[in-house]
């Protein structure tokens, strides 16, 4: 049963300009450490490490969208990050208040999958957010 849909749209460019006047303050205070890795790995330029960033920021929004909250009430940027599972799909990794928030939307008996999509098609980066409760007996 589907418990949550966000989705979000953001201009690349406008994260370039946010990371051009605020830097590390900025990168350190939005993404996890295992999202800044990741675009370090994309520094083949940057505009491509700045695309990484755009929607991993989208994925973000997305997420605390389906969570019904936003950024406030507990959810903050660094307690949502995006992830790979081994298979290469991503998904949301939730800590701290985002992840008291999923636990206290997924019902008693149920596991909660967070579905991820990302794209980006410059100058826009777009992520959907599908958050499920899936019987673990069925899944």
């Known amino acids: 049963m589907i418990i949550g849909i966000g989705s ?3 201009d690349i460019r406008r994260v370039a300009k946010v990371i051009e006047r605020h830097g590390d303050r900025f990168l350190d205070r939005v993404f996890t450490e295992a999202e800044r890795a990741r675009a370090g790995r994309r520094a083949k330029s940057e505009k ?15 997420c605390s969208k389906a969570l019904g909250t936003g950024i406030r009430r507990g959810v903050w940027w660094r307690d ?9 799909r991503p998904t949301m990794q939730l800590t701290g208040g985002a992840l008291a928030r999923l636990e206290a939307l997924t019902p008693e008996g ?3 999958r967070i579905d991820l999509s ?4 410059w100058p826009l ?10 019987n673990p007996g069925k899944a």
């Open 8 to 10: 979000d749209l953001i």
């Open 48 to 62: 491509m490490v700045v695309a990484t960033y755009a929607k991993r920021f989208a994925a973000k929004e997305a």
């Open 80 to 88: 949502m990050g995006v992830v790979n599972l081994p298979g290469g």
């Open 110 to 112: 149920y596991d909660a």
């Open 118 to 121: 990302i794209t980006d098609d």
């Open 125 to 134: 980066a777009q992520a959907f957010v599908i958050i499920s409760a899936v």
